[in-house]
């Protein structure tokens, strides 16, 4: 178990860190072929898109597959997609191979994480779901550093082919030293067919509907300040480009940091305050951004956003765990996976419209709002789904 967890840490880090190598120059390479900002957002959804529709049918796959012959097919992908848009001749065909890096990453990260969760211990579900998280968060804060790098200092196709070496590194790590599961799978399905629990029972658990509207209202609300703060700071705030990139990543350094430590927080105490603490706190920061034109300050809101944020994912990670044991790990991360992508591609259209109907500094209190609602229907399913536990338990 330990071998397989290390090398899926490892393996996850890596393919992050490739994902994130091309975040800040896609939008820039899609300009290269003349397109507009609404043919740059398209190519952007693209990814989210497939994501969305994909992600349930894809982990419930694996619940009756298993992981590993997934994560692989997933991981060549990765490698396939960055030598096809370091070619692409134009802007649909872009969009079309960011298409498909959205369906490659259904079967890496959802996976993994249900991997994760099939070799995790009861009553350890907090510390190790969230330090498997914790890699995905660094690969993504140190991505982008590094595909700045290779785009100034040769082309925009290294950082293309950088994506590409770091998923194959990926892809050989766990074909060499991750267990295969797909026979144990298969054997478990033969022996009882009702092992796979109905989607649409597993839809109606207030558990699962927690889960859900946690990560998509979050994606909503985070990925509408990441497509419009940059505009902000630049145009109203007085900040560059490289402070923008600085905001934009501490966010994931604080909670890559501190995904581990509240983890174990999540295991040893009561996850219901906090839930609360982190769901609430988050968005309500939010507010301060439009009054803060200082660096140093905005930097300080966003890794306190960061934190609290990994505080309340923390809990809401180790409960769908405890879920996935019975409703199929693979079904709950790729339903997470779906709302998540969900959110991120409503958010940034509707904040655009709060922008020009309002102004840019709307769009804070506007991803408040939408936090803020989301936080009490999280509390308030959270709350259903415990009671029934007990009652069930009795």
Known sequence: ?????????????????????IAPILPLYAKAFSATGVSIGLVIAAFSLSRSLLGPFLGRLSDRIGRKRM?????????????????????????????????????????????????TPPGKEGRYMNLFYSAMFLGMAFGPLLGGSLSAVWSYQA?????????????ILVTKAVPADHIQKQQQHRNNSNTIVPLRDVLKNDGVKMICVYVATRGFWRQGFNTFYPLFAVMTAGLGEASVGLVLSVYMLGGGLLQ??????????????????????????????????QLWLVTVIMFGIGALSA??????????????????????????????????????????????????????????????????????????WQRSEATTAR
């Open 159 to 171: 950082a293309f082919y950088g994506m590409g070496v770091l998923s194959l590194i990926a892809l």
């Open 71 to 119: 994560l692989v097919a997933g991981l060549a992908g990765y490698a396939v997609v960055s030598v096809l848009y370091a070619v692409a001749a134009n802007l649909w065909q872009l969009g079309l191979f960011r298409l498909f890096q959205g369906a490659a990453s259904v079967m890496v990260t959802p996976i993994a994480q249900a991997y994760i969760g099939d070799i």
């Open 260 to 293: 581990i430590p509240f983890g174990f927080l999540a295991d040893r105490f009561p996850r219901l305050p906090q839930i609360i603490i982190g769901s609430t706190l988050a968005p309500l920061l939010l507010l301060a951004i439009p009054f803060t034109h």
């Open 1 to 21: 178990m330990k071998n397989a967890f290390v090398s899926l840490f490892i393996a996850v880090a890596v393919a992050m860190i490739g994902v994130g190598i």
């Open 311 to 384: 505080l309340s994912r923390a809990s809401v990670l180790a409960i769908r765990t405890e879920l996935g044991r019975t409703h199929g790990m693979g079904t709950l991360a790729g339903l997470q996976g779906a709302a998540f992508a969900a959110g991120q591609m409503i958010g940034p259209p509707t904040s655009g419209l709060i922008a020009d109907a309002v102004g840019l500094p709307a769009i804070f209190p506007f991803g408040t709002a939408i936090g803020l609602i989301g936080s009490g229907f999280v509390v308030m399913w959270l709350r259903r």
